[in-house]
């Protein structure tokens, strides 16, 4: 089993916990006390260490937790597929087991996507929704180097077998760049093959085609966030050569209420580049 580097828990003062998921384990992050709750979700390819900074912060004023995905970070591995809508069930899961209420849910990448489906099925239960760099919506503008990373047979070798879909993100998706060591803890949970499977699926997940299995669920998520009430903030990177400013301006769309912040020079790990500013921002939106 993947453990938490002990530099990790030193320095942030986290432990790790686990969910079960039928026989499979979800690893996460429980940190702070209060009557409002967070609930951080990555994207690909990252982990709770994404958020170290953040929880670090929120915990000192909220109960937060941050969650691993299964086949990602330090959760349990398996030759399952898991899909957008096993995703959304996964956190739905874990939530009213735990019976959590006033719930900031916090969404990065894949993330996004996936907290925006679990706000719209329990609004009841959630206070605000916080977004960075994703999509809650079909769109076919993604650009060439992911659309290769698709292919079937090519895509795998390149995501799985040479681990390049999470080499190519310390180039190009943050701007400040990251030191060996910030490297290493991304690396840390998809060193081998057999641990990466969770990347490749996220990229093969990604809905292009009509008759696609995820794209019903991803439009439905859309349409029923079209009708959410409850307060939003979009933190977003301008210089994401993914998630670009045409998703800035399609997800602003959806959520016309939202507070909003667009870092002109932040890129898609906008936590990295912009760390103080999106804290404080969301901090300051929460409260």
Known sequence: MLRLPTEFKNEFKVESSFFSI??????????????????MLHGNPTWVYYYRFLQS???????????????CGLSSRSKKFWRLKDRIEHVLKFIKEKDLKNITLVGHDWGGAIATGVAVEVEERVNNLVLMNTA????????????????????????????GFLKASFLMA????????????YTLPYKS??????????????????????????????????????PVLLLWGAKDFCFNLGFYEKI????????KRLFKDGNHYILEDKKDECIELIKRFIS
């Open 252 to 259: 602003k769309t959806i959520f016309p209420h939202a507070e």
């Open 174 to 185: 943050t701007s400040k760049g990251l030191n060996t060591k910030e490297k290493e803890m």
């Open 22 to 39: 039928d026989e499979h384990s979800m690893h996460y992050i429980e940190k702070g006390e209060g009557e409002q709750t967070v609930i």
């Open 57 to 71: 912060e929120l915990s000192k004023n909220f109960k937060t937790y941050s969650i691993d995905h299964l086949n």
């Open 136 to 163: 809650c919506f079909f769109s076919l503008d993604i650009p060439k180097r992911i659309a290769i990373c698709r292919l079937p047979v090519i895509g795998t070798f390149l995501n799985q077998t040479m681990n």
């Open 193 to 230: 093959s057999d641990l990466r499977q969770g990347i490749d699926n996220f990229v093969s997940d990604i809905p292009m085609e009509k008759d696609h299995p995820t794209r019903e669920k991803l439009d439905h998520v859309e349409m029923k966030a079209r009708a959410f009430k409850k």
